[in-house]
């Protein structure tokens, strides 16, 4: 344990917090969440009204916010989110990286320059946000940074290459820069890798499988997620994992990589093949719709009426638990 581990936390009504992505899903709530401490929050997103929206609600529950209208693939326009954040909260404490977008279709039918934007939001636009805020933390000798990677950063997805890429890469990024700030003990670098999350993330996602997108059940509640993000604020530590299924799933890869990916493929295959048919659109890749700013995606609610797809889930799960099986026997 470092000497800085037996100070007592900062509380969270004296922290200064930038949130990218704060306009829907996990970021929304983890912004809304932070707010009924009394946190100073710093809001990142590319939707002005909607980033107005939110400082007037998270100043009604009891913060102090501000937003800034930020695109993460500009290093500039991020350089620029944590000097504000600095000026208006007299320091940069914690900075969540939660921006992303994602994009589903056979590899070679989705526009190569819609990988790129992926892997320019997903990767790149962290990448910018952690030079942004280490600059500071360096300067403090303090901060903490947030990342929300998936289970995705693990498991590979057919039909989701670049997203898979960028997620990969993201967990390669926080271990590269956590060895280098070994010697920094007041410098924390915090991943967490959920399951499918009850977020509106489907909606503004790239679609070229001409099939509607749901998340794979049992999905994780977006309010747990921003709890673990609140909790890490406070209490730093490497990684968190969430989600039964995101447990299985690493567990599957770690057991039998081969085997893994053959249930992912049948699994998505079957899905594609029995989901609702679905226009074509590239989602808010390029520029944000103005719709779905919710919190949730309201899948959670829902049950699975599709039995092939809760069939396809419970072979999966089946599969990777008769793998753990067999590694425990040799």
């Known amino acids: 344990m470092t000497a800085s581990q037996y100070l007592p936390a900062t509380p969270l009504n004296k922290k200064t917090i930038v949130i990218t992505g704060a306009t829907s899903g996990i970021g929304r709530a983890t912004a809304l969440e932070f707010a009924r401490y009394g946190s100073k929050l710093v809001l990142a997103a590319r939707q002005k009204d909607i980033l107005d929206e939110m400082v007037d609600l998270c100043d009604r529950l009891g913060g102090k916010a501000i ?18 954040a600095c000026i208006f909260g007299g320091s940069l404490d914690v900075w969540v990286n939660v921006a992303g977008i994602g994009a589903l279709g056979e590899f070679t039918t989705v526009p190569i320059e819609v990988h790129n934007q992926v892997i320019k939001t997903n990767l790149l636009g962290y990448v910018n946000g952690a030079h942004a805020a280490m600059t500071h933390f360096k300067k403090q000798k303090r901060g903490i940074l947030i990342n929300l990677n998936s ?95 995101a447990y299985l799933a690493r567990l599957g890869q770690l057991i039998s990589p081969t085997l893994t990916r053959w249930a992912t493929t049948k699994f998505m295959q079957l899905y594609l093949k029995n989901a609702e048919p679905a226009a074509v659109t590239n989602g808010s890749i390029f520029e944000p719709t103005g719709e779905h700013n919710q919190i949730s995606g309201g899948y959670s609610s829902k049950k699975v009426t599709n039995k092939k797809m809760a069939k396809a889930a419970g072979v999966a799960g089946i599969i990777i638990g008769a793998l753990y099986v067999v590694k425990k026997l040799k």
Do not use: W
């Open 67 to 84: 937003a800034v209208v930020t695109d993460v693939t500009d290093p500039e326009a991020m350089a620029k989110l944590a000097k504000d």
């Open 151 to 245: 289970v995705g950063g693990y498991v590979a997805f057919p039909y989701s290459v670049s997203y898979t890429a960028s997620k990969f890469g993201l967990r390669g990024y926080s271990e590269a820069l956590r060895a280098e700030l070994y010697d920094c003990p007041g410098i924390h670098i915090c991943d967490v890798f959920p399951g499918f999350v009850d977020t509106p993330g489907p909606s503004h996602a790239a679609n070229y499988t001409g099939k509607l997108l749901k998340p794979a059940p049992p999905v994780v509640p977006t309010y747990k997620v921003a709890h673990t993000v609140v909790a890490l604020a406070q209490h730093p530590k490497k990684s968190v994992t969430l989600g039964s299924a």
